[in-house]
């Protein structure tokens, strides 16, 4: 059997590719040649191939699993049809792969892909598991039962999934797009935590989280006194941050996190429930947890002179918000430089005024123009990195060919946030830096 993924670079479909690759499947995949991703890289050492135009190496054996970014009048899903050959979404995949396993699906509006990563860190160390993270990693251990699986709600896709325990991280209002308001949001997680066969596991200090009516047991975590999974002593230090854990008023451990903010530790309160109800030592989680690095594209550091450079898959204003704090936490003494590249213009029209509020909170701003994947510009007139500069003091507009304008701050924490490719800015300022004769520590 042969699984064809259209859109393989997709962070979701190349941790796919390599889960299924691991199960003993063959995998092949299809995506755009133009640009390098850093998805690809860890496909081309698994030997699986990347197609950048339509091949022949589809047959009546192979399954066509898709993005969601991939339509039904794409060329490839047209021969997939002409041909006859099952095909699914991604969403609908995983599904699938769900039913086979005993699944830990990880879902918020924000802090899942850190707390898969973080949880699946932990599974790794002490026990087996299979995971697909949506920093683009996944794994089978044919020895393993366990799937950790991290959950996305747009389009109400995670109610595909079939798990044991559900954990929501958070519920906010995003994708405008789809969801009509904060209600139908709601709607979806309380339909989503129902479908757990052992457990939900939910962050008590959420303000919409208490209001799901839920069948299933429910173990709430948080820092407020009535959670059932609560963190105590806690210290912010700008080497991390350490606290003591209470399971149901019960001692469960002491934990030393390497990480910043209190979303990181509530992030690992959520993994930390989990361990504990699946019977794992507090002394082995909390061993492992002292030398979790985070998951990618969160809080990634270079440094360069006397700046440090900031790489965050920060695209909600909550998540720019925690980000900006987190370095100050770590930085107290340095200067904040934001540079935010918002993704889809419904997201921005929504929240023009959480994002500035959010930016507000760094010493400066630059603002890039808007990726956008899935909407039309057309049908949203007047919105543009305007809408968001225009309420922002002192914020001004940057794109690629302009990394200059960052050369003035020294002595500097430049975080550079985005879902979508900002890289291209850093590393254009990387290289202005280098050429001036510094070098990349």
């Known amino acids: 059997m042969k699984y064809y993924l259209i859109g393989i670079k997709g962070a979701g479909m190349s941790a796919l590719a390599l889960l299924l690759s691991d199960l003993g499947y063959e995998v092949i995949g299809y995506d755009d040649a133009s640009e390098h ?69 990880i879902a918020g509006c924000h802090g899942k892909t850190t707390t898969t990563a973080m949880l699946t860190h932990i599974m790794k160390d002490v026990d087996n598991c299979n995971y697909i993270i949506g920093d683009g990693r ?25 798990p044991e325990y559900v954990i929501i991280t958070n519920i906010e209002l995003d994708h405008t797009d789809y969801f009509k308001n904060i209600d139908d949001v709601v709607n979806a997680y309380e339909e989503f935590a129902n479908k757990a066969s052992k457990m939900a596991i939910i962050c008590g200090d959420d303000p919409y989280t208490h209001s799901l009516e839920i069948s299933k047991p429910v173990y709430f975590y948080g820092i407020s006194d009535d ?9 912010y230090r700008n080497d991390g941050t350490s606290f003591d854990v209470f399971i149901e008023e019960e001692y469960y451990g002491h934990f030393d996190l390497p990480l910043f903010g209190k979303h990181m530790l509530l992030n690992a309160l959520a993994a930390i429930g989990v361990c504990h109800y699946e019977r794992l030592e507090a002394k082995e989680v909390s061993k492992s947890l002292k030398t979790f690095e985070g998951a990618r594209r969160r809080f990634k550091e270079t440094f360069i002179g006397n700046n440090v450079l900031i790489d965050d898959y920060a695209h909600h204003p909550t998540e720019v918000k925690v980000t900006i704090k987190a370095a100050r936490q770590k930085y107290p003494d340095k200067q904040l430089i934001a540079i935010f590249k918002a993704h889809t213009f419904s997201r921005v029209e929504e929240f023009a005024d959480e994002f500035a509020s959010a930016l507000s909170l760094a010493d400066k701003a630059f603002v890039m123009d808007i990726n956008y994947d899935r909407e039309d510009p057309k049908d949203y007139p007047g919105v543009s990195a305007y809408t968001i500069i225009d309420k922002v003091e002192g914020a001004e507009y940057i794109e690629r060919g302009m990394a200059e304008k960052l050369l003035p701050y020294d002595n500097a924490v430049l975080l550079f946030m985005s879902s979508k490719e900002i890289y291209f800015l850093q590393e254009e300022y990387m290289n202005l830096m280098k050429q001036k004769g510094f070098f990349v520590k």
């Open 37 to 105: 991703r850093f998805t690809e890289d860890p496909l081309t050492e698994r030997g699986i191939p990347i197609y950048s135009s339509a091949n022949d190496a589809m047959n009546e054996d192979t399954i066509v699993v898709r993005s969601p970014a991939i339509r039904d009048e794409h060329p490839e899903m047209q021969k997939a049809f002409a041909m006859n050959l099952r095909n699914y979404e991604y969403h609908e995949m995983l599904g699938r792969l769900s039913k086979k396993f005993d699944t830990i699906c």
């Open 138 to 162: 996944g794994a089978a251990n044919k020895e393993s039962k366990r799937f950790i699986l991290e959950a996305c709600e747009y389009r109400r896709h995670f109610l595909a999934y079939e």
């Open 227 to 235: 959670n059932d999974i609560q963190a105590r002593n806690i210290e």
